[in-house]
């Protein structure tokens, strides 16, 4: 059974800091990997997929990583901002499979 | 274009009633999915549509729940007896293949 788990649980880091969010799983047959964020009392957007196949993907100042044979991916943020303060959510989807399985979650908080 | 939309946004309901919730996917999103978030639990996939299919509905936490899509679009979860520990938010995503799952902002059921 795929388990998926986030470190650390909670971040609070001043504005204009760099920071890295952690996220593994225990079953590498994924077919891919997909961070969002969720903001309080709301849905779940979707910031970045990562294909199996992949090391990597870039959308602005986010860079999520994925090292698949040791159940690993990784999430960059650059330069923080107050706006980027939300619970962030990685999720996987298995091989043969289509539901997404998620982790835990990380609370963000960046303070001006 | 429109989004995933989810209704009601809200729905207070007391024990032992029946609550329908409705999901309206993507224009052209073939799969859709169903998730339930509580606080004990965190996310979990509950049932995944192809078309009006459902391959995997391995996530039903009992007989009580079920769900239905027509015409490959709209797509219901109805909820029998209600149960306090069926109080959450449940979340509806939609996608065109085993890709980006979209979400809506979700239905906040409450169990009285």
């Known amino acids: 059974k795929q388990e998926v788990t986030q470190i650390p649980a909670a971040l609070s880091v001043p504005e204009g800091e760099n920071l890295v969010l952690n996220c593994s799983f225990t079953?590498?047959?994924?077919?891919?990997l997909q961070w969002f964020r969720q903001d309080p009392g709301k849905g779940l957007t979707s910031l970045l997929l990562i294909q199996s196949s992949q090391r990597e993907q870039t959308s602005g100042r986010l860079n999520a990583s994925l090292d698949k044979s040791s159940g690993r991916s990784t999430l960059y943020i650059a330069a923080s901002q107050p706006g980027d303060s939300a619970t962030y959510l990685c999720?996987?989807?298995?091989?043969?499979?289509?539901?997404?399985?998620f982790g835990t979650g990380t609370r963000l908080l960046v303070s001006p | 274009g429109a989004g995933v939309s989810q209704s009601p946004s809200n729905k207070v309901t007391e024990k032992g009633k029946d609550v329908e919730l409705r999901c309206d996917p993507i224009s052209g999103h073939t799969a859709l999915y169903w998730y339930r978030q509580s606080l004990g639990q965190g996310l979990e996939f509950l049932i995944y549509f192809q078309g009006n299919s459902a391959p995997d509905k391995s996530g039903l936490p009992s007989d009580r729940f079920s769900a239905e899509r027509t015409g490959g679009s709209v797509s219901t979860l109805t909820i029998q007896r209600t149960q306090q520990e069926d109080s959450a938010v449940y979340l509806c995503?939609?996608?065109?293949?085993?890709?980006?799952?979209?979400f809506g902002p979700g239905t906040r059921l409450l169990v009285l």
């Open positions: 995503a939609s996608s065109p293949a085993q890709e980006t799952q979209y």
């Open positions: 079953d590498s047959a994924i077919y891919n």
């Open positions: 999720a996987v989807t298995n091989t043969g499979f289509q539901k997404l399985v």
